[in-house]
């Protein structure tokens, strides 16, 4: 993997436009929350090589996994809504349900790890870096129509992507 797919698809994962949908107005919670998140992927990216070493999985399986994962995902996003913010009374749920699970998802850590393996954490920091930064960006943004059109086409680019890493894992096998 080139370590600019490595940026991109970090950022069609995170998916800014369709997590804006799904966070509240509150900035100063989703910055926090996007901090944590950064942390946990750079801890998951830098770990990346050691994960798959002690569970004995080679790249290329990994690969198709995340593939596999990211096709479910990029579907499951064109065909539902985006659920809705969740109140959170006086300002208390940084951790669940803004960091956790609308920034940080099972398939942003799976694609933290793939994309470190393949490129390098510095992609992946960049990367993951940028998709958050513009999460935080968007809070303040409110044209709902014109958010839930460009996070389907995310959605759609990262069916693309994944079919490029299911590919590239089965013709690695």
Known sequence: MSWLLGIVLLGVTINP????????????????????TLAAVLVLGALGD??????????????????????????????????????????????VPVFFPVLFRPELGLVAISVAVDAGLWPMAIGAGAGLALVVGAVSLDRARYLRALGAALSTALIVLAVDRLVDGVFAL
Do not use: C, K, M, N
């Open 50 to 95: 050691w994960i798959l070493t002690s569970l004995d999985i080679s790249g290329p399986t990994f690969r198709v996994a995340v593939g596999l994962v990211l096709v479910a995902r990029g579907v499951l996003d064109l065909i539902r809504a985006p659920a809705p913010p969740v109140d959170r009374p006086g300002g208390s749920g940084v951790v």
């Open 17 to 36: 436009p369709r997590r804006r949908l799904e966070l509240g107005d509150d900035r100063q919670a989703v910055a926090v929350a996007a901090a944590l």
